[in-house]
């Protein structure tokens, strides 16, 4: 079965800290990686996405995401977190069997 | 706003009751999925229809149950409730049902159960 895991479950930073989230997924077979943000009181909403090629993906707002296939890691970073940052952050696989994993989510706290 | 609207926002029932929560996609896109979002369990994917027909199934139980209508609307249908199932349920659409499909999810509909 496959499955997500999230290294941190709460994240605290200052502004202007670079930020790295950890995800680790576990599947052998071909997947599709997604960063997902839910800022407070709003719903879901993609961050970036991983589909094929080059492993370095840029989203919106300055967020990137590695693919390391045989770490089988899809990491996101931001060099200078901002306030508005704070989030809680989501790292999820889709398969081919049509099923949508998502890691616990990782609350991003950032301070002024 | 994602396009994807979900109803009531709030429900407060009793155990052993039923519920049913109401799910609209967006306009064109044919997949709607649903998740449970608890406080111990993060988000979990309960299932998949696409136009019509279950497509994925995940964790989701057998007093739970779900169907998509031909105008594309889903609803979610949570039976002999028990305490533990107050969470918040998190209906999604998408286009298709490939693996890199973008999913856009709707606000939730926030379930207490007492």
């Known amino acids: 079965a496959q499955s997500v895991s999230q290294h941190n479950h709460h994240v605290i930073l200052s502004e202007a800290a670079s930020l790295e989230l950890g995800c680790n997924y576990s599947y052998g077979g071909t997947v599709n990686l997604f960063w997902y943000v839910q800022y407070p009181g709003q719903h879901l909403q993609l961050l970036l996405k991983?589909?094929?090629?080059?492993?370095l993906v840029k989203g919106i707002k300055g967020f990137e995401a590695e693919f390391i296939k045989s770490k089988f890691s899809f990491n996101l970073r931001k060099p200078s977190v901002q306030w508005s940052d704070t989030a809680e952050y989501f790292c999820a696989v889709n398969t081919n069997a049509g099923k949508s994993t998502f890691g616990d989510g990782t609350t991003l706290t950032v301070k002024p | 706003d994602s396009g994807v609207t979900q109803t009531p926002k709030h429900l407060i029932t009793a155990t052993g009751q039923r519920v049913t929560l109401r799910c609209s996609p967006r306009s064109g896109d044919l997949s709607v999925y649903w998740y449970q979002q608890s406080l111990d369990q993060g988000l979990q994917f309960l299932i998949q229809y696409y136009n019509g027909e279950e497509r994925a199934k995940g964790n989701i139980l057998e007093r739970f149950s779900a169907q998509q209508f031909p105008d594309l609307h889903s609803e979610l249908n949570l039976s002999s409730l028990e305490l533990g199932d107050s969470a918040l349920y998190f209906c999604a659409s998408s286009v298709g049902t490939h693996r890199g499909d973008e999913q856009f999810f709707g606000p939730g509909t926030r379930l207490t159960v007492l």
């Open positions: 991983y589909f094929s090629g080059d492993p």
